[in-house]
Each structure stands twice: as structure tokens, then as C-alpha cells.
């Protein structure tokens, strides 16, 4: 199992850990991350080890916390619409999509490996789509087009007009690549870790990168609903909590370089570039 999907699993149930007071009626949690890879059942021993972990530290009865780990974009956005979880973990997509609809507020970010932020870029077959505005009414694969909004004013910079996009949604970024590969889509949406891995595969020898898209932040946790009241007790659990000798070496064992409090302001960009 990918180690991303184990970070994300555990750094909640260390982060939730902390602060058993605030959070004894979280009953349950979405870890809704577009992009990210394997499946929901190869990460499900993940999570429940985490849910495990949570129970006991909130002294909840063992399986009264359940939990999902959503890597499909379509899947994840339709999940955190229709549960609507007092906790969550949501991939930048996501939280532009829902933040204003579902009331979320931001109370910490992830910093993995010293990363802080992805990137995107546009992948073409050569001697195809050569810019971004050529995407006017060709087919764009990815795992995170479930929202064409996002796609164009966030990826695309509002390159191409709204309704422009003939969009593809994918479980997985390969699967892209080989839609354009095959002349399934004319182009696809991929992230940082798909470029760096593009001359390992077969099938993107003859694609090119046509387009790489401003950053956006890393993965958010927030608050909805009736854990809005809990966003004080989180926010100040999580502060230092990577140099503080009850989560230092926790920390060190995910690769996370930090867990820091954090705001909507520290998403304005993205959600301003979403809205506009």
C-alpha cells in the first residue's frame, strides 16, 4: 500500500488523538483526497486502524467510529455532499468545490516530506493540443476534471470558457495517460509525482507536457456542522505538536515535516481563483 495513504490515515488518528475531549461525539470521518493512489478496500486496514486508535483514545465503544478513504474525485465530492461529517480530510478539489455549500472551515494543514503544495499539468500527445487554449472542446481526462469549475479557473486559469471541456473523469492518474496515449482524450490532468514518472512508462513516450498549472495547497482538515465547535480545541492541539515530545517521534515515523494550525486565509487564494 502506497505510504501516502497511510500518512494521511494516521496523521488524522494522531492529530484526532490529541484532543479527546473536544472530539467525543465524532462518530465519522471522510478522507476524501481525488488523485491519491490505490483503492477504498486497500485502504480500508489502514483506516481502521486509525478508527481503532481513535475509539480507544476517546474512549468510545470499539466500531462506533466508522471512516472511508475516497480517491475518486466523483466519488469523494458526492460522499462529503451527501454525509455532510462533522471531520474531514479534503484534497484542495474538494474543499473549492464545498467549502462556501457545505459551511467547512479550515483548522489545520499537512506538510508531507516537506511539500506544501501540488502541481498539476496538462499532458498532450505529440503533435496534438499544443496549449491550453486549444482545450476548447477536446476531451480532458484526470482524476480531478469531476468539477469543471475548478478545472478552469484554478488549473487553466480561465484559458477556455466555462462549458468549453469535454470532461473525463478517472479513478487513477495512469489511466489518463493511456486515454490520451490511446486517443481515448486529448489531453490529461496529472500531478507532480505522474511527470517526475512519465519516462518509466511505455505508453507516455509519445506524450508531452503542454501546461503546468500555478500551485495549489496541500490536503486541509475542516470542520462542519457540529464540529464547528470544535475548531478552537483542534486548532490549538495541533500547533508544534511535531516538535513537542508527545507527537515528535510520531511525526518523524509519517514523514510529516509539519502539522500547523491553519485558516481559511491560508486557502483564499485557492477559493478566490475558484470563484471568480
Known amino acids: 500500500m502506497n505510504r501516502r495513504i497511510a500518512i494521511a490515515a ?7 488523538g490529541l484532543v479527546r475531549p473536544a472530539l467525543a461525539a465524532v462518530d465519522e470521518l471522510l478522507l476524501c483526497l481525488p488523485g491519491f493512489p490505490g483503492t477504498p478496500a486497500q485502504a480500508q486496514p489502514y ?24 480517491s475518486d474525485g466523483v ?16 484534497g484542495p478539489s474538494i474543499l ?7 459551511g467547512m472551515k479550515v483548522i489545520a494543514k499537512l506538510e508531507v516530506a516537506g511539500r506544501s503544495q501540488e502541481t498539476y499539468s496538462i499532458v498532450a500527445k505529440k503533435g496534438g493540443v499544443s496549449s491550453v487554449a486549444g482545450l476548447a472542446g477536446k476531451r480532458l481526462s484526470g482524476v480531478v476534471v469531476n468539477d469543471e469549475k475548478f478545472v478552469v479557473n484554478v488549473l487553466l486559469d480561465k484559458a477556455v ?7 473525463v473523469p478517472q479513478k487513477r492518474p495512469l489511466k489518463s495517460l493511456r486515454d490520451v496515449a490511446r486517443g481515448e482524450a486529448d489531453a490529461a490532468v496529472v500531478d507532480q509525482s505522474v511527470v517526475d514518472s512519465m519516462q518509466e512508462l511505455p505508453e507516455a513516450a509519445d ?16 470542520v462542519m456542522g457540529d464540529g464547528l465547535a470544535d475548531a478552537k480545541a483542534l486548532s ?16 518523524k515515523t509519517l514523514t510529516l ?20
Not at 96 to 102: D, E, R, V, W
Open 207 to 222: 506524450l508531452v507536457v503542454i501546461y503546468t498549472a500555478k500551485a495549489v495547497p496541500a490536503p486541509a482538515v475542516v
Open 236 to 251: 490549538g492541539a495541533l500547533v508544534g505538536m511535531c516538535g513537542r515530545p508527545d507527537g515528535k517521534e510520531l511525526c
Open 161 to 167: 470558457p466555462m462549458g468549453s471541456l469535454q470532461l
Open 47 to 70: 483506516i481502521d486502524k486509525m478508527l481503532r486508535h481513535l475509539e480507544q483514545k476517546l474512549g468510545k465503544p470499539e466500531g462506533s467510529i466508522s471512516g472511508v478513504y475516497l
Open 10 to 16: 494516521l496523521a488524522l488518528a494522531a492529530l484526532f
Open 257 to 276: 515535516t509539519s502539522i500547523t494550525a491553519a485558516t481559511d486565509k491560508d486557502y483564499k487564494e485557492l477559493l478566490d481563483r475558484y470563484g471568480r
Open 96 to 102: 473549492a468545490a464545498n467549502h462556501k455549500a457545505l
Open 75 to 90: 466519488e469523494a465530492d458526492r460522499a462529503i455532499k451527501n454525509k455532510r461529517p462533522s471531520v474531514a480530510l479534503v
